[in-house]
């Protein structure tokens, strides 16, 4: 599976962006995740989708400003963010795998990830 991850880019605090992850395979029936890597900081959970719609889950430190969807006819996976902060600068992955759901919110619980795409939000 790749992932093709696009859509970052420098926004002024307040501020909104799309992101978009298209797959190379059907992702209609797997797990699809957001992570995202601060400089000098570890990767961290963003937000999930569940297999076949089943459900969203958030990072507290999102929830209410980040929406994300997916539209499994063009294998793609979504990361609406809005009211940016500067906090949120850092580089976004999308990531697959046979997720499981005690391992949803874990680096190690994937095993396909995208190369990344760098949102960068200016006070």
């Known amino acids: 599976v790749q992932l093709q991850a696009s859509g970052g880019g420098l926004v002024q605090a307040g501020g909104s962006l799309r992101l978009s992850c298209v797959a190379s395979?059907?992702?209609?029936?797997?797990?699809m995740g957001w992570f995202r890597q601060a400089p000098g900081k570890e990767r961290e959970f963003v937000a999930a989708?569940?297999?076949?719609?089943?459900?969203?889950f958030y990072s507290d430190s999102v929830k209410g400003r980040f929406t994300i969807s997916r539209d499994n006819a063009k294998n793609t996976v979504y990361l609406q963010m809005n009211s940016l902060k500067p906090e949120d600068t850092a580089v976004y992955y999308c990531?697959?795998?046979?997720?499981?759901?005690?391992?949803?919110?874990?680096?190690?619980?994937?095993?396909?990830w995208g190369q990344g795409t760098l949102v960068t939000v200016s006070s």
């Open positions: 395979g059907r992702i209609s029936s797997v797990v």
């Open positions: 990531a697959t795998g046979p997720v499981i759901l005690s391992q949803l919110r874990s680096v190690t619980g994937y095993h396909y």
């Open positions: 989708t569940g297999r076949n719609g089943a459900g969203t």
